[in-house]
């Protein structure tokens, strides 16, 4: 069997001789939206659980969050679709008091030239645009969760009267699903915010797939009600990019009818775990950097049975991507090590992504086909190898017949289990 991988924005292909006992385990199928700008129309129109907007009062100021480039969301396309609305709906709010803030979360802020390929002058429509920066000095304070999270925002999202968050519904490692007020709350709050609701992610129910009884999710949202995002646009994309679903309105009740379209795309049943497991993150920007493909190496390495090996492809054409993940985890010799300094000095924003890898890397034999200096991924306590000449060899090495799956959209698709 021959499979066709997404890597970059490229492909690789591999060879799966027919010896092996090989499985592709894909997402479901559903169609693509035939005009995702029509949708944002007829969604605006007819919002979840929230009021159309011309029946809302007019604002004094918005702010419209969007996703940076690590997110494949078609900003470009939905973005004048929302704007033209907001002037149609109040024709008295100027494109002064509407400010449109990229959220990166922790990443580091964009420049004047980086916003402009994101969000260029005729898609910003004259409004103002800006990157947000999680450790700006102008941050407002808004309150505190009751899971003692400080909610902590950048400040043009909370000084408007009118907060638009425009964002993805995509399964999540700890949080559950993306989506809702995500946006703002992780991608336009504090590092404090943000490191702090993260380190929820050791408590029971934070885990992919979980939604209701989810505590990092459930913190999210009371951020959302605290901080008052009054609408959100998200959407459901396919495998290929292409969107899927899209609804507008109270951000809780998109979230709660988008995760349900999401589970059912990506969530796969397994009845026994494999004993070779090859993924791909879904190419660009899914494998952007090493600090994103991790997602995938972590639910695909889910569809393994104990002590099995897993070959990630991703092209991370970025590099690392994130300075203070490198620092610390090339600071021990171990995944063990980095698990036992996680256990005595608990949780720590960026470094809890070597956590996340290091628990999969004391499990699993892990190799990723990269773009990465093969001296950097060792620093990462990752190993380096081509995918196809890594196959060929565990496949020798397997006594009998070898199960292997094959996962081309790692980083989205999740796996579960019936419970006994």
């Known amino acids: 069997m021959r499979v066709t991988l997404k890597y970059g924005h490229g492909e690789r292909l591999l060879d799966i001789p027919d010896a092996v006992e090989a499985e592709v385990l894909r997402p479901a199928s559903l169609p693509p939206l035939a005009d995702p700008a029509r949708a944002l129309e007829q969604a605006l129109d007819h919002p979840l659980a929230?009021?159309?907007l011309a029946e809302m009062p007019a604002p004094a100021s918005v702010a419209v969050a969007v996703p940076d480039e690590t997110r494949p969301l078609p900003v470009r396309e939905l973005l004048p679709v929302l704007l033209d609305r907001l002037f149609a709906a109040w024709p008295g709010l100027g494109r002064d008091q509407v400010t449109v803030v990229v959220g990166g979360g922790l990443h580091p802020p964009l420049d004047r030239a980086e916003l402009d390929r994101l969000v260029p002058p005729d898609v910003a429509r004259g409004c103002r645009v800006l990157g947000h920066d999680a450790h700006a000095a102008d941050l407002v304070d808004?309150?505190?969760?009751?899971?003692?999270t400080p909610v902590r925002v950048n400040a043009a999202v909370a000084r408007a009267s009118l907060r638009i968050v425009l964002g993805q519904i995509d399964p999540h490692q700890f949080v559950g699903f993306t989506g809702g007020s995500k946006g703002i709350t992780v991608g336009c709050a504090?590092?404090?915010t943000?490191?702090?609701?993260?380190?929820?992610m050791f408590l029971d129910g934070a885990r992919v797939g979980v939604l209701a009884d989810n505590p990092v999710r459930q913190d999210l949202n009371?951020?959302?009600r605290i901080i008052g995002v009054g609408l959100a646009i998200n959407m459901v994309m396919g495998p290929d990019k292409r969107p899927v679903w899209l609804e507008a309105g109270e951000p809780e009740a998109v979230l709660r009818a988008g995760a349900e379209i999401c589970a059912g795309l990506y969530g796969v049943r397994l009845e026994q775990g494999f004993d070779l497991v090859v993924a791909s993150c879904g190419g660009h920007p899914k494998d952007i950097c090493l600090y994103?493909?991790?997602?995938?190496?972590?639910q695909a390495s889910a569809a393994l049975r104990p002590g099995g090996r897993l070959l990630l492809l991703a092209a991370c054409g970025q590099g690392v991507g994130d300075d203070v993940y490198l620092d610390?985890?090339?600071?021990?010799?171990?995944?063990?090590?980095v698990l036992e300094d996680f256990r005595t000095n608990g949780f720590r924003m960026g470094a809890h992504k070597a956590f996340l890898f290091s628990r999969t890397l004391a499990a699993f034999d892990v190799v990723v086909?990269?773009?990465?200096?093969?001296a950097v991924l060792r620093q990462c306590h990752l190993t380096s190898g081509p995918a196809q000449e890594t196959l060929d060899r565990w496949i020798a090495e397997c006594s009998g017949r070898p199960r292997l799956a094959v996962v081309p959209n790692a980083n989205t698709t999740y796996f579960f289990r019936d419970p006994a």
Do not use: C, W
Request: aromatic fraction near 4%.
């Open 292 to 298: 994103q493909a991790q997602k995938g190496l972590n």
């Open 50 to 52: 929230a009021r159309p």
């Open 142 to 148: 808004m309150g505190v969760t009751s899971r003692g």
């Open 194 to 200: 943000i490191t702090h609701n993260h380190g929820l």
């Open 190 to 192: 504090g590092a404090e």
């Open 222 to 224: 009371e951020a959302g």
């Open 369 to 374: 086909d990269s773009e990465l200096d093969p």
């Open 328 to 337: 610390y985890v090339r600071r021990f010799a171990s995944p063990q090590e």
